[in-house]
């Protein structure tokens, strides 16, 4: 495995520098460019005293700068650690002070929405305008940390999740062969980057060759201008919440039809109501765009199980299927004392890595360094491979 979100990006921008790699707000990037404008940040962000290892905030907004610091923070040896410039005050010092992060790259609006959070802030146009050079990516080990990334709170405070290079790339080779991605998919980028579903929508773009198209914020709000976005980009890969769904089929019935390029809408973030796809299915099948439901949490590198759904689904429609576990993952079920529990019968999903492979750590900040948390409750066996997550709707097996 090539470590290095960076490194794989790089490999694929000299072997295709004048294709697009981005559009957004009506520009856009080719792989090349995008690729020599990252390692000029990157060398500004040294010359800054980034450190390997270090968190790095990124708050900018839906532009190209978003991805341009992403990789430069990446190839100058940092973490990433997003923070939405629309983020309520509250939620930012959370973030800012939970990850310990001292310095933020930031767009315009960005740099205003951090001023009053006591960090250094830099500058993304500023430090363009000052790059003179360029500078060696930092080559990374498997374990070195890509982003530190919060879970929603739905089950408490937020936490921050550090995961690796590794653990992102895996999750692309280990379902390769249930997607097929290539570089002529074009992906859009729905979600905030704050949102861990973003990971799988930038690197599933970027690690391909495809075109990742970043969706302004009030089209994401706005199904039928979606809709139209989904057309006019010729977007083939489309990864949405259930919700999210819910309004883009009612949109389509009353306007116009879902992007012709469209061959997978996939889903994740929150369970799945089958029923809701009942009248989608009716006018389209289930053969193209192919939907698939992925289950998954933060602390597993956003997706654990994939399942493909076919119209026999909506025949059971109080279950919501997710299907089998990635090829290198294990998940069983638990009862509250951790015991497995038979099949039939509801319980708490567990997951573990199969071989060697690390989950990813929960952490928190402490005096400026991330901790580890400590073994997750009610996890058998306990160690740096398990994880354990607790949800409000039952699991269970046939």
């Known amino acids: 495995m090539e470590h290095g979100l960076h490194n794989r990006f790089s490999a694929i921008a000299r072997r295709q520098p004048e294709r697009v790699a981005v559009r957004a707000n009506g520009t856009s990037i080719t792989y090349g460019r995008l690729d020599a404008e990252s390692d000029r940040l990157a ?22 700068e978003l991805i341009t610091g992403m990789l430069a923070i990446l190839k100058a040896g940092g973490a990433y650690v997003p923070i939405d410039p629309a ?44 790059s003179t050079g360029a500078v060696r990516p930092w080559s990374a080990s498997g374990d070195s940390i890509a982003y530190v990334i919060h879970t929603s709170g739905s089950t408490g405070t937020p936490k921050g999740v550090q995961v690796t290079h590794d653990n992102v790339l895996r999750l692309f080779d280990r379902t390769a062969h249930w ?5 002529t998919d074009v992906w859009t980028m729905f979600h905030s980057p704050c949102f861990d579903f973003s990971v799988w929508e930038i690197w599933g773009a970027l690690l391909h060759g495809g075109v990742l198209v970043l969706v302004p914020t009030d089209v994401v709000g706005n199904p039928a201008r979606l809709l139209t976005l989904l057309a006019e980009e010729r977007v083939t890969v489309l990864n949405l919440t259930p919700s999210a769904f ?66 026999g689904d909506l025949a059971r429609p109080d279950r919501s299927p997710i299907g089998w576990p990635i090829p290198d993952l294990r998940v069983s079920l638990h009862d509250a004392n951790g015991a497995l529990v038979p099949d039939g019968t509801a319980g708490d999903l567990g997951v573990r890595a199969r071989g060697d492979r690390r989950l990813p750590e929960p952490a928190c900040a402490h005096r400026g360094a991330l901790r580890r948390t400590g073994r997750p409750t009610g996890v058998p066996l306990g160690g740096p491979r398990h994880r354990r997550r607790r949800r409000a709707d039952p699991l269970w097996t046939d």
Do not use: K
Not at 43 to 55: D, F, I, K, Q, S
Not at 267 to 280: H, I, K, M, Y
């Open 43 to 64: 060398a500004v962000l040294g010359r800054c005293g980034t450190r390997p290892g270090e968190r790095i905030g990124l708050c900018c907004g839906r532009g190209v």
């Open 179 to 183: 997607f097929s991605f290539t570089d």
């Open 246 to 311: 819910r309004l883009l089929a009612t949109a389509r019935q009353s306007t116009a039809p879902a992007g012709p390029d469209l061959r997978l809408i996939i889903f994740g973030g929150e369970r799945l109501d089958v029923a809701l796809l009942g009248d989608w299915m009716a006018a389209r099948g289930d053969e193209r765009p192919q939907l698939v439901n992925m289950y998954g949490i933060t602390e597993t590198t956003v997706h654990v199980t994939y399942r493909r759904i076919r119209v």
């Open 87 to 130: 983020f309520p005050e509250a939620r930012t010092e959370l973030l800012v002070r939970d990850s310990g992060v001292r310095t933020v790259l930031a767009d315009r609006p960005g740099c205003a929405a951090i001023a009053a959070h006591g960090v250094r802030v830099l500058d993304i146009e500023d430090l363009a305008h000052r």
